[in-house]
């Protein structure tokens, strides 16, 4: 079969990493000819790139995208726009394949690629990474203005959900939201996820940092933008010392519009906290092996569920410490007993403490961590069912 995948947010693909919709077109590569679409511009950088080098079996089209500078702009709606037409016209003239596998959001593409499939007679299979408009609802809200701004995105999302042939979701959450007005409430759930031999083999790398003797680390992987409470943890952290506790040294890997304001808090509140800014997933992995527990700290209503660094610390197997208020993520961190759900400055200090001081402790929630990644997270396995599902329908 002839298959192309649209993955707008996957960017350099120029070497062996953690991208989903990579490991997907490798697999599928072994039966089938695979083509992945995306664009030259990476919104983690905010710059353009285009460096795939010969090192799939699959084929690799990136199409231009204006960018834009920050993550809630009109700027970046344009580009978004611009890409989307781009890919219409690139499938126009491009020989009509047997399934398109596309990633949503963003939105025009997927759009455009839903009338492209069903003038076609093409299977047209959505694969829903996050909510639009509600991500962007949660970070700009004005009541009853936001709900008009954001109507015709909503419009759209169901315009695309109803138009698929088969939906597959990274979450229930996701899921529930994308079939809510489709005829068929029928979806295929995959987390996000990540290869464990992969990562355990990724663990055994040299660490980019070094660890004194006696030393407590506190990780932190991803986004530094306004979804993610690093404030929080800061605090907590902070609080740890009137309680007459060290602190765990924070340990933060990742990048984003607000890592400047998190250093300059951290340097106020003086907490012992070492930014890595971006690395690679394979530095991120050796990083977490050196770490004694993990925070996921992330502000209240938004409309994140299962994401990318929930497979990570599970593969870890390090016990997590949890703002997140989503239903699906908290359930999991309690049936796993992998470490606790905070809900306040307060209470995320007093897990911390706890968590802190007993080494038992840690390596119990620890090891119920990793239970779960083998069975929730591992893509050897769970990555089978979208395979099964492209492949046979």
């Known amino acids: 079969m002839d298959i192309v995948i649209i993955s707008e947010f996957s960017e350099d693909l120029s070497k062996m990493d953690n991208d989903r919709f990579a490991y997907l077109a490798n697999i599928l590569s072994e039966k089938n000819t695979v083509e992945i679409i995306t664009s030259n511009f990476w919104h983690s950088k905010k710059r353009h790139g285009n460096s795939s080098k010969d090192i799939w079996p699959f084929s690799v089209t990136y199409l231009n995208e204006p960018g834009y500078s920050k993550n809630i702009c009109l700027k970046r709606f344009y580009s978004h726009y611009i890409w989307g037409r781009n890919v219409g016209r690139y499938l126009k003239y491009r020989k009509i394949p047997d399934i398109v596998y596309c990633a949503v959001p963003s939105l025009t593409a997927a759009n455009k690629v839903a009338a492209f499939c069903k003038k076609n007679g093409v299977r047209f299979i959505v694969d829903v990474q996050d909510l639009w408009p509600e991500a962007f609802q949660m970070v700009f809200n004005i009541p009853l203005v936001s709900d008009l701004i954001y109507l015709p995105f909503?419009?759209?999302?169901?315009?695309?959900?109803?138009?698929?042939?088969?939906?597959?979701?990274?979450?229930?959450?996701?899921?529930?939201?994308?079939?809510?007005?489709?005829?068929?409430?029928?979806?295929?759930?995959?987390?996000?996820?990540?290869?464990?031999?992969?990562?355990?083999?990724?663990?055994?790398?040299?660490?980019?940092?070094?660890?004194?003797?006696?030393?407590?680390?506190?990780?932190?992987?991803?986004?530094?933008?306004?979804?993610?409470?690093?404030?929080?943890?800061?605090?907590?952290?902070?609080?740890?010392?009137?309680?007459?506790?060290?602190?765990?040294?924070?340990?933060?890997?990742?990048?984003?519009?607000?890592?400047?304001?998190?250093?300059?808090?951290?340097?106020?509140?003086?907490?012992?906290?070492?930014?890595?800014?971006?690395?690679?997933?394979?530095?991120?992995?050796?990083?977490?092996?050196?770490?004694?527990?993990?925070?996921?700290?992330?502000?209240?209503?938004?409309?994140?569920?299962?994401?990318?660094?929930?497979?990570?610390?599970?593969?870890?197997?390090?016990?997590?410490?949890?703002?997140?208020?989503?239903?699906?993520?908290?359930?999991?961190?309690?049936?796993?007993?992998?470490?606790?759900?905070?809900?306040?400055?307060?209470?995320?200090?007093?897990?911390?403490?706890?968590?802190?001081?007993?080494?038992?402790?840690?390596?119990?929630?620890?090891?119920?961590?990793?239970?779960?990644?083998?069975?929730?997270?591992?893509?050897?396995?769970?990555?089978?069912?979208l395979i099964r599902l492209i492949e046979e329908g």
Not at 174 to 187: F, G, L, T
Not at 245 to 250: C, E, Y
Not at 327 to 348: A, P, S
């Open 154 to 385: 909503k419009i759209l999302s169901e315009r695309i959900y109803k138009a698929a042939t088969d939906i597959v979701a990274v979450s229930k959450t996701y899921a529930r939201r994308a079939i809510k007005k489709r005829s068929s409430k029928k979806a295929t759930v995959v987390f996000l996820g990540t290869k464990l031999d992969d990562f355990d083999r990724n663990t055994k790398r040299k660490p980019i940092l070094h660890k004194a003797k006696g030393e407590l680390w506190m990780g932190y992987c991803g986004t530094l933008g306004a979804s993610y409470d690093i404030d929080v943890v800061i605090e907590a952290l902070k609080n740890m010392k009137s309680y007459g506790v060290i602190p765990p040294k924070f340990i933060v890997m990742g990048d984003g519009d607000k890592r400047e304001l998190y250093e300059q808090l951290a340097r106020e509140k003086k907490v012992d906290a070492l930014f890595t800014g971006r690395i690679s997933y394979m530095e991120v992995c050796s990083v977490l092996a050196e770490c004694d527990m993990v925070v996921n700290p992330i502000h209240a209503g938004s409309a994140g569920s299962i994401i990318n660094k929930h497979a990570d610390y599970a593969s870890s197997g390090l016990p997590v410490l949890n703002t997140q208020e989503s239903t699906e993520y908290r359930h999991l961190v309690e049936q796993y007993n992998m470490g606790f759900n905070c809900d306040c400055v307060e209470d995320l200090t007093e897990k911390i403490i706890k968590l802190s001081a007993d080494d038992k402790l840690r390596k119990e929630m620890g090891a119920n961590a990793r239970r779960c990644a083998e069975e929730k997270f591992d893509r050897g396995n769970t990555y089978l069912k």
